[in-house]
């Protein structure tokens, strides 16, 4: 697999189909959720994370990405208790450019023990952590897992041979999904409407930028735009596509290029995958609201895996990220620009959830 992104990128550039067509014949508008609920009474979580970046809850313990050369990614036990800190910042071997974005991580299970896989955007490099030895040996076991992937692109292994890709051409007006299994590359015609997408060159290329994530368990991916007000649901064999979205209208990048910069809207971030549903940060404020810190207090919107509207949770101030520790029934957030780290009992929630879920 490693060497094979140059060529797709190429490939992609000149490649591409120009037509539009329709995104999806399943297209729903997300009017009500079934459960409201308005969180309050927050506990302020008293550990030693500072310079803390993002963070995920996975089995018994909390990893989180920050800003330290020495250590980037820090591991605590679900009692604050350290574990570990890995992963230097630099240009050697097992050193990273940057911190990483740690909820973008694909994280999982193999014979007992934690794996994490995840991209060093600047290196074009994806790694696979084994988090469990790594915290016996009180030092790093990662492997590259494949390199030479364009900067910029999302990079998700489905499995040992295939691998979905999401990366923008060159002049960054169209964003391309490929699916590649043992070095051959196909372009999932399900996909097309997403790959045909455009915005006009020197625009904003947020515009059609998204989150994708892929849950193994479901064999499903859910991709957040972070500039309309649109998600998409499907699989990697085009048998499922839907697209859900909030909104009087369904937005196209036209309707944002027309928009002066800072009424441009942020929608949606920090999406997060469960065994039963899946969550996203709502945000929903223009881009001058937003770079003011005048934001309204952030939604995080729960979703079952047939795209219907489970929850939505209003919270009590504004969030970067969040994650639930579905064991204890507790739900973490955080404010990274003031590294506040919030913990809810919301037992109850996840309850109703499941029982509404069907």
Known sequence: MRGVFTFILLFIVVGCSTHRNETSENISQIVDFKKTYALQDAELVDWDVMGIIDFIVCDSLFIYSKRDRHG?????????????????????????????????????KLENCLYMDFLDQMKGINYKMNVTESINRNQVKMEITHDSIPGNSIFIPINEAMS????????????????????????????????????????????????????????????????????????INGDFFKTLYI?????????????????????????????????????????????NGKCKP??????????????????????????????????????????????????????DIESTKY
């Open 72 to 108: 980037c990614i820090g591991i605590l036990d679900k009692q604050g208790h350290k574990q570990g800190d890995f992963l230097s910042i630099g240009n050697g071997p097992n050193e990273l450019l940057f911190a990483p974005w740690i909820n973008r991580a694909s994280v999982y």
């Open 164 to 235: 979905f890709y999401c990366n923008a051409n060159s002049d960054r007006t169209k964003r391309t999904r490929v699916v590649i299994t043992s070095g051959d590359i196909a372009y999932p015609t399900h996909l097309q409407s997403l790959n045909d997408r455009t915005i006009e060159y020197g625009e904003d290329p947020n515009i059609l930028s998204s989150i994708i994530k892929y849950s193994r368990e479901k064999d499903l991916f859910v991709e957040i735009s972070l500039m309309m007000n649109t998600i998409y649901l499907y699989d």
């Open 247 to 291: 909104g009087k209208t369904l937005n196209k990048e036209e309707d944002i290029q027309r928009l002066d910069m800072g009424q441009r809207r942020l929608t949606f971030t920090n999406l997060r995958l469960y065994d039963d549903f899946w969550g996203v940060i709502y945000i929903d404020e223009t881009l001058e609201r937003y770079d």
């Open 298 to 351: 952030s939604r995080i919107l729960f979703f079952s895996w047939s795209g219907e509207p489970l929850a939505d949770i209003a919270l009590e101030n504004q969030i970067t990220s969040f994650d639930i520790d579905t064991q204890e029934g507790r739900l973490f957030t955080l404010d990274s620009r003031e590294e506040l780290l919030y913990r809810y009992n919301i037992r109850d929630i996840l309850n």
